[in-house]
């Protein structure tokens, strides 16, 4: 561990200290960090919210796992120090961290193990994996072994046991964690000013304490490229995952930064309200997937950092299809499919939430869409307005966003959910999918699924993005891949 420095225990030193300001204190000390994001959460409980800002700030600084997941995408054990898994694979017995407790002071064991997760799968959740929970039964063995038996076979349930939405929170303080988070973690909340930052300190009653480098790290909220740019260069910004691409041969060419480009398991899409007619027409579906130069898309919505895709399923993911040529870029057929689905003077809106790839790609995909014949509105709306109006309430016709959840297919059997599609053929290998204990034969039922989604049109699939973290040269520990978005302060410090 870095040692204060001796020039500390000298008062003239300290004299000139003290006439530093604070952030230069802290650089100087070199246990603080400023961190920034795109988007700021809408709480801070994420199993009461499908917001990946919430994870990004709280995943693995106020709340804990029982498995860890790493960069590689590799799962390691957190709360839990072993597990056990039946020939079956629906029985998991987990072994738990000895000695663990809750910054409120309560401790953790199997039955908030119990707590958690019984609420998760509980008829009122609101947890956005609620199906994959209600699924489970956990039973308690002793304070510190926990049985899950789960109904559904599911070869990535140790790495949803690393999600954020799989967070051990103290039964007293659950339904409070939206704004007064209580975790296992290494950090607590100290401060939120809404509009502008989050503040996260140390917990000094963190089991392992002594291994946590930073004191204190803040999140702060850009929305705009050129000031994240900005905040960058003045350096009052320190690290900037997920920054925008636009910037990146300068800041290579800056000694005084670093450039990492990580690969990623989402999906940017524009998703299309299959409910809305003529959207409810698959010819019409398709003809707006064959409108779409996704190559043009990725230069102008992500500055040129994404794979094009043509289903729901990213290249870099295990048993991937390249589905690509399906309702491929053809605007000729798509002005046929428009016409044989007797659709004419066609006008729709596309909803476009903050993030500065859906703003660039509103523009881009509203130029293809009308040489087509497809005339768009473009509607800018708020994170809180999106989160409500288009995700709650499905009053939407197309919207651009990126689904960042590694392995979340279910999504399209999810009745109410946002996109309102709804076909019995897919639930039918879906749950095929999750029954069948044979790798290869869910690997290939894994391919029929992203046929069928391709064919089915159910969104005009763009692109896996790849992200851009921008950080002073001397930030150690930053994820150089994203499987999940998560901004890890436990292994973060200055060189």
Do not use: C
């Amino acid at each position: 561990m870095m040692k204060r420095r001796s020039v500390l225990t000298h008062s003239a030193s300290l004299a000139a200290l003290a006439t530093l300001p604070a952030a230069a204190l802290a650089q100087s000390r070199k246990d603080a960090i400023v961190m920034a994001m795109t988007l700021e959460p809408p709480g801070l409980d994420p199993t009461a919210g499908a917001a990946s800002a919430i994870a990004e700030i709280t995943l693995y600084n106020i709340y804990e796992t029982l498995t860890k997941i790493q960069p590689d995408g590799a799962v390691v054990p957190l709360l839990a120090e072993s597990w056990e898994i039946s020939p079956d694979l629906r029985t998991y017995t987990f072994r738990l961290r000895k000695g663990v407790k809750f910054s409120n002071g309560e401790p953790f064991n199997a039955r908030t193990v119990k707590f958690a997760f019984d609420r998760a799968g509980s008829e009122k959740s609101t947890n956005k994996d609620k199906r994959t929970f209600a699924a489970i039964t956990t039973q308690v063995v002793d304070d510190n072994t926990v049985v899950l038996l789960t109904k559904e076979i599911d070869p990535d349930f140790l790495f949803l046991m690393g999600q954020a939405t799989a967070v051990i929170v103290e039964p007293k303080s659950a339904g409070t964690n939206a704004t007064q988070p209580v975790g296992t973690g290494p950090f607590r909340l100290e401060n939120w000013v809404k509009g502008s930052s989050v503040v996260l300190s140390k917990w000094d009653g963190y089991r392992n304490a002594g291994a946590i480098k930073l004191k204190r790290g803040t999140f702060r909220f850009i929305q705009d490229p050129a000031a994240q740019i900005a905040a960058l260069l003045a350096g009052d910004v320190d690290a900037f995952q997920r920054v925008t691409g636009r910037a990146v041969d300068q800041f290579r060419r800056n000694a005084k930064f670093q450039v990492i480009t990580s690969g990623s398991r989402a999906k940017t899409i524009l998703a299309l309200n299959n409910k809305k007619k003529p959207l409810d027409d698959v010819r019409v579906r398709r003809a707006i997937n064959m409108a779409l130069d996704r190559n043009a898309v990725i230069k102008g919505a992500a500055d040129g950092f994404g794979t094009p895709i043509g289903s729901y399923y990213p290249p870099s993911a295990p048993g991937y299809v390249d589905l690509t040529k399906v309702n491929a870029y053809n605007p000729e057929q798509a002005k046929a499919l428009l016409k044989e689905a007797g659709v004419s003077n066609l006008e729709l809106t596309i909803t476009l939430p903050p993030p500065p790839y859906a703003r660039q790609g509103g523009e881009v995909i509203a130029s293809m869409l009308d040489k087509v014949g497809i005339k768009t509105k473009l509607q800018n709306v708020e994170w809180a307005q999106w989160l409500s109006g288009t995700y709650g309430n499905g009053n939407y016709d197309m919207t651009i966003i990126s689904h960042v959840e590694p392995f979340d297919l279910g999504n399209f059997s999810r009745p109410g959910y946002y996109w309102n599609y709804s076909n019995p053929k897919f639930n039918a290998l879906y749950d095929k999918y999750k029954q069948t204990p044979s790798a290869a034969e869910r690997t290939k039922i894994l391919g029929d699924i992203q046929r069928l989604v391709a064919d089915d049109a159910v969104h005009a699939y763009l692109y896996q993005p790849q992200w851009v973290t921008i950080a002073n040269k001397n930030v150690k520990g930053l994820w150089n891949n994203m499987p999940i978005f998560v901004n890890d302060l436990s292994v973060v410090s200055w060189a």
